[in-house]
T-cell receptor, first 114, second 112 residues
Framework: NAGVTQTPKFQVLKTGQSMTLQCAQD?????MSWYRQDPGMGLRLIHY???????DQGEVPNGYNVSRSTTEDFPLRLLSAAPSQTSVYFC?????????????FGPGTRLTVT | RKEVEQDPGPFNVPEGATVAFNCTYS??????FFWYRQDCRKEPKLLMS???SGNEDGRFTAQLNRASQYISLLIRDSKLSDSATYLC?????????????FGKGTKLSVIP
């Protein structure tokens, strides 16, 4: 099993450009989420999905869109990149019952917006 | 009050030392508690779940105090390989929620 995969690993964008960060999992998990991690800020939830066709906003959703057309894929779209979106982005999927579940993270995408 | 609070450290300890990390959380509805480990420039990985009765996994012991909304992690006989950032994590907002809230982490450096 590959677990959670993310592409690309690194990306540099110019202000105003758009792009999609890809995330896929092969564990048949219903719950998936996107986080950003900034120095001194910890992990902050951007968007999450409880199943195909269902998405919702997290703590810091502005400037990002998500979709969930299949159980496996959960792409994150930056609509118009801004320097404030320079960060490390982690995708995660969660399986198991509440109380015993584990959240699996992808290796991250390091994004720089100039 | 922040949802999950941790001492940011860094904790610099010699090999073989015992070190304890503390964490407090604000959501009284949380039912699931975890410690994650994150190595530099890597993704977080689950270290251990935390159960009401406390639990131990080798050199690691986790404790939960629901009344005080307090979680701890004890590492005995520290190894160089324990150097990492340790994240305290709770679920919420609802008791059955899969959403996780992460503390900012406590950095540990184990020194030879």
């Amino acid at each position: 099993n590959a677990g959670v995969t993310q592409t690309p690993k690194f990306q540099v964008l110019k202000t105003g450009q758009s792009m999609t960060l890809q995330c896929a999992q092969d564990m048949n998990h219903e719950y998936m989420s996107w986080y950003r991690q900034d120095p001194g800020m910890g992990l902050r939830l951007i968007h999450y999905s409880v199943g195909a066709g269902i998405t919702d906003q997290g703590e810091v959703p502005n400037g990002y869109n998500v979709s969930r057309s299949t159980t496996e894929d959960f792409p994150l779209r930056l609509l118009s990149a801004a320097p404030s979106q320079t960060s490390v982005y982690f995708c995660a999927s969660t399986g198991g019952r509440v109380g015993t579940y584990e959240q699996y993270f992808g290796p991250g995408t390091r994004l720089t917006v100039t | 009050r922040k949802e999950v609070e941790q001492d940011p450290g860094p904790f610099n300890v010699p090999e073989g030392a015992t070190v304890a990390f503390n964490c407090t959380y604000s959501n009284s509805a949380s039912q699931s508690f975890f410690w994650y480990r994150q190595d530099c420039r890597k993704e977080p990985k689950l270290l251990m779940s935390v159960y009401s009765s406390g639990n131990e996994d080798g050199r690691f012991t986790a404790q939960l105090n629901r009344a005080s909304q307090y979680i701890s992690l004890l590492i005995r006989d520290s190894k160089l390989s324990d150097s990492a950032t340790y994240l305290c994590v709770v679920n919420g907002p609802g008791a059955g929620s899969y959403q996780l809230t992460f503390g900012k982490g406590t950095k540990l450096s184990v020194i030879p």
